[in-house]
Every structure is written in C-alpha cells, then in structure tokens.
C-alpha cells in the first residue's frame, strides 16, 4: 500500500467526528493519514489527539508545514508529539541554522520523523519554488530528513527529486484526484507515497473509492514497471 488519506474537514461540520466516522469507514487500507492545520487549528490539541486515538496506521502526520525558527518549531512538534503523531511536515526554505537543524534534533529525540517541503503541487509553486528546487533538496540531505514532499502533478519534478535524493529518502506526493494527477503515476516517477484527499473524503462511499484507487496504483505501477 502507498496511500496516505488527508484529512481535511469541509466547512460546517464537527470536524473531529468528521475525521473519526472516515478513518473508521476505511480502516486498514491507507498506509496512514495526514491531518492539517484547517483541523488543528479548529479543534485544537484535544481535538487532534481524539482524532489519532482511532488510527492504527504506520503514518500519523502533522501537516502544519513549519516554517518559522527553530525554538518554535520544536515547540509545536512537542505538542503534537504529546497527542500521538509520529510525523511532521515542515518547509525547506527556512534553512538550517537556527531553524532545520534544531527541529531535527528534537525529531530525533522524540523519535518523531521529520519530512520537508521541497516543491508544491499548485501551480503557482513553479514561479519561486522551481528556482531553488536544488538548494531545498540539498538542505534536506544535509539535515538527513526522512522524507520529502514532491508534487503528483508534476512526475517530472518527483523523478529529479528521486535520482537527485537516492534511494533512502521517502517522497510523499500530494495532488493525486482533485488537483488532477492520476493514481500511480507519482510511483512510477520514484515517490514512495500518493497523498489523496477529497477524491476519497468527498466520496459517498470513502471505502470503495480508497479500494479502486489502491487498485489504480498497482495497476499502474505493474505496468509501468513492466510486471
């Protein structure tokens, strides 16, 4: 399985009970789930520790996508340490003195992995982002991250982020559905894991929709594997 499930309330609703009826509906078929910031910042700490008190998944992550100093992003990734993640998304751009290189001591302490931001998957991030594509990629080698966040949208950005990075790095990729990049084809470029939102949460049977698009994946990996 290379499915991550984001989870992202729509407008409206009590989002904890929101996140909980989804995550019970199609329970151990993702490989994890991505809760971000809309969510915390609604519900707050209690809210997100109720909500990954039902997951029993390999990837429980914080998407706050940190970008601020290192004093303060370690702080944040305490608290959100304290209610059950195992994960954290943090921007690449803020660099590492003073900033990465803190964070990811306490990732290390808290045994807590630490994934960048290094290319977004809207369009609007090939304008800034693509200019220090290299440089973001490099920072996270240097700061050893687990993992980075590259666009489904954009397979040729994940394939360069992929021989530039090696093997060892994992590489999330977002934009799969409603942003409009099909299932499989961020893996068969070289990401570790599709991130699929509204595609699954909007749907009016999550769990069928989570079953086709793992179906999806492994169709196109065989085939673009050739196996």
Excluded at 169 to 197: H, M, N, R, S, T
């Amino acid at each position: 399985m290379s499915l991550i499930v984001a989870l992202d309330p729509p407008e409206g609703v009590d989002g904890v009970k929101w996140c909980i009826n989804l995550i019970e509906r199609i329970d151990g078929v993702p490989k994890g789930f991505k809760v971000g910031l809309p969510l915390v910042v609604k519900e707050g700490i209690k809210g997100l520790r109720e909500v990954v008190s039902v997951m029993n998944n390999e990837l429980v992550i914080a998407d706050l996508k940190l970008a601020d100093i290192g004093y303060v992003m370690s702080l944040i990734t305490k608290t959100v340490a304290n209610a059950g993640v195992n994960t954290v998304i943090a921007h690449a751009f803020v660099g590492i003195e003073g900033a990465l290189s803190e964070l990811s001591h306490v990732c290390s302490e808290l045994g807590i992995k630490l994934v960048l931001v290094t290319f977004m998957s809207h369009p609007g991030a090939v304008r800034v982002m693509k200019k220090v594509f290299s440089n973001l990629l490099d920072i996270a080698k240097e700061i050893n991250a687990w993992g980075v966040v590259l666009p489904a949208t954009m397979p040729n950005i994940v394939k360069v982020g992929r021989e530039c990075l090696g093997p060892s790095f994992k590489i999330l990729a977002p934009g799969v559905g409603a942003q409009g990049a099909a299932p499989g084809d961020a893996l068969c470029a070289g990401a570790d894991y599709e991130i699929v939102g509204r595609l699954i949460t909007r749907a009016e049977n999550p769990l069928k929709v989570t079953l086709e698009v793992v179906k999806k994946q492994e169709e196109r990996v065989r085939a673009c594997r050739g196996l």
